[in-house]
C-alpha cells in the first residue's frame, strides 16, 4: 500500500485544451494513474507520461463502467498507486459527480483534492460571442440540466421558461422537442436560441433560431450531442460578436498549449 493515498478531481475544461488552468495540468504531472472521461481533451494526458491513464468514461446509453465501478478504481488505485486523478471535462462540480467521488474516496480513508476547471456552460457560449448576462437584457443566467438522473425533463426547465434569465441546458439535445414545448407553452416561441455542439473544440458546429425554428435548424445542420442549449435574447449578440471574436481567434498562437512546463 501506498503511504498517502490521494484523489485529486480535476476539471479539463470545456474543449479546448488551453482552456484548462495551470493548477490543473500542475497536478497532472503528480498522478500515477489519470482515470479521464469521454469529453476531456486527450492532448491533456500528455501532461502526465508518468501516469497510467484508463478511460471510463460515459456517453449516452454508453457506460464503459458504471459510476459505483469508478468509485472503486479509485480507491483501488490509489491505495496501489499514490495519487490518482479524476479528469473530468468542464468543472467537475457541475453535473459531473465529482462530490459523489471525493465522498467516496474519504469514506475510505483518502486524502482529497478538487480542481475548479472552466465549465462550458459559460465558456461554450462565450466562445461564440454570447454573453449569458448583459447590462438591460440578462439579469441572471440558470444552468440546467436538461436530462435528469431518471431520464425525464428536468422540472428546472419550466420554471427557468417563466423568467427573464438567460437559460444554458446541458445534456438536453435528447429532450429539445420536450423543451421548445415547455418555451411556447409560456408565449416564447419568439425567443432566441443557439445551439453549440463540441464547444471550443475545432469540430465545434453551431445553429441559431428561435424556440420556433430551432427543430429545424438542428434537422438541417445535423446537429447533435455534445451540445449545449442557451435560451434567451442575449443570443442575438453572437452575431453581432462574430467578426470581434473571429479576429481574435486569428492572432498566431506561441505555442500549442500553455506553457506549463517552468510552473
Known amino acids: 500500500m501506498y503511504n498517502s493515498p490521494k484523489l485529486s478531481v480535476v476539471g479539463a475544461g470545456p474543449g479546448d485544451p488551453e482552456l484548462i488552468t495551470v493548477k490543473a495540468l500542475n497536478t497532472l504531472k503528480s498522478a500515477k494513474v489519470v482515470l479521464y472521461d ?4 486527450r492532448d491533456l ?3 502526465a507520461p508518468q501516469a ?11 457506460h464503459r463502467f458504471s459510476q459505483d465501478e469508478i468509485n472503486e478504481l479509485i480507491v483501488k488505485y ?5 495519487h490518482v486523478v479524476r479528469l473530468k471535462g468542464g468543472d467537475p462540480f457541475i453535473f459531473g459527480r465529482g462530490s459523489e467521488e471525493i465522498n467516496f474516496a474519504r469514506k475510505n480513508g483518502l486524502e482529497t483534492a478538487v480542481v475548479s476547471g472552466i465549465t462550458s456552460s459559460i465558456a461554450v457560449p462565450a466562445n461564440v460571442g454570447i454573453p449569458l ?18 431520464k425525464n425533463l428536468s422540472n428546472d ?8 434569465a438567460t437559460v444554458v441546458i446541458l445534456m438536453g439535445m435528447g429532450k429539445l422537442p420536450e423543451i421548445v414545448e415547455v418555451f411556447k407553452g409560456f408565449g416564447k416561441q419568439d ?33 447533435g450531442a455534445p451540445a449545449i442549449i442557451v435560451i434567451g435574447e442575449v443570443v442575438k449578440e453572437a452575431n453581432a460578436l462574430q467578426k470581434v471574436f473571429q479576429n481574435v481567434k486569428s492572432i498566431p498562437k506561441q505555442s500549442k498549449f500553455i506553457n506549463a512546463g517552468a510552473a
Not at 78 to 82: C, F, I, Q, S, W
Open 38 to 41: 469521454a469529453l476531456i481533451n
Open 45 to 47: 494526458l500528455e501532461y
Open 52 to 62: 497510467e491513464h484508463i478511460f471510463v468514461g460515459k456517453r449516452k446509453d454508453k
Open 78 to 82: 490509489a491505495l496501489e498507486r499514490g
Open 133 to 150: 448576462t448583459q447590462r438591460g437584457t440578462s439579469e441572471s443566467f440558470w444552468v440546467i440540466t436538461g436530462t435528469t438522473s431518471q
Open 157 to 164: 426547465v419550466r420554471l427557468a421558461a417563466q423568467s427573464t
Open 191 to 223: 425567443i432566441p436560441v443557439g445551439i453549440i455542439q463540441n464547444g471550443t473544440t475545432v469540430n465545434e458546429r453551431s445553429g441559431f433560431g428561435t424556440i420556433k425554428s430551432i427543430e429545424k435548424v438542428v434537422s438541417e445542420k445535423q446537429l
